[in-house]
T-cell receptor, first 112, second 114 residues
Framework: EAQVTQNPRYLITVTGKKLTVTCSQN?????MSWYRQDPGLGLRQIYY???????DKGDVPEGYKVSRKEKRNFPLILESPSPNQTSLYFC???????????FGPGTRLTVL | GENVEQHPSTLSVQEGDSAVIKCTYS??????FPWYKQELGKRPQLIID?????GEKKDQRIAVTLNKTAKHFSLHITETQPEDSAVYFC?????????????FGTGTSLTVIP
């Protein structure tokens, strides 16, 4: 089944404790993105990537890092999480020729 | 950067009526305009999209129109049904050398009253 998976789905952590949210897709998509969704603000792009080792900042990259060492994986790293990073995070992927994005199930992160 | 505005933020319609959601964008470099539906607790899912070289696109009860000159695009849902109740997001996309940038509107919560 073609899908985008994220782990963990729910995470409660404390300020300053490094964490990684994994994202994996099995559709051989070149393009991948990370978004955060906050009430009243819609979805905002954090980072995006068009292939292995090619990543770029989106609209709200501060406090986040990404890596793309393999085509299928695109982890989101929070080196020192802060309470303002409490949010719902979505990973998405799309093919090279098309732009339709397929979203993962989301990761609800709470930083205390 | 790009700025996408979406109106209205909430919309209630009677079942069978039409619903229209409007978005504006600011950057003429945007060339791809998708619409997503997000049900409560679920992930966003694409319902229709349009590219900048097309003025209108229709898929059964859903249609999207794009006015490049005025930089606005709209979602039209006809013969609404209760299962159309959800939050709808518009977005503007730009392809670049390092990937695709997307800017989303703030969403419209649609309620279809049976």
């Amino acid at each position: 089944e073609a899908q985008v998976t994220q782990n963990p789905r729910y995470l409660i952590t404390v300020t300053g404790k490094k964490l990684t949210v994994t994202c994996s897709q099995n559709m051989n998509h070149e393009y991948m993105s990370w978004y955060r969704q906050d009430p009243g603000l819609g979805l905002r792009q954090i980072y995006y990537s068009m292939n292995v080792e090619v990543t770029d900042k989106g609209d709200v990259p501060e406090g986040y890092k990404v890596s793309r060492k393999e085509k299928r994986n695109f982890p989101l790293i929070l080196e020192s999480p802060s309470p303002n990073q409490t949010s719902l995070y979505f990973c998405a992927s799309s093919s090279y020729r098309g732009n339709e994005q397929f979203f993962g199930p989301g990761t609800r992160l709470t930083v205390l | 950067g790009e700025n996408v505005e979406q109106h209205p933020s909430t919309l209630s319609v009677q079942e069978g009526d039409s619903a229209v959601i409007k978005c504006t964008y600011s950057d003429s470099a945007s060339n791809y305009f998708p619409w997503y539906k997000q049900e409560l607790g679920k992930r966003p899912q694409l319902i229709i999209d349009i590219r900048s070289n097309v003025g209108e696109k229709k898929d059964q009860r859903i249609a999207v129109t794009l006015n490049k000159t005025a930089k606005h695009f709209s979602l039209h849902i006809t013969e609404t049904q209760p299962e159309d109740s959800a939050v709808y997001f518009c977005a503007a996309g730009q392809g670049g050398r390092t990937g695709n940038q997307f800017y989303f509107g703030t969403g419209t919560s649609l309620t279809v009253i049976p």
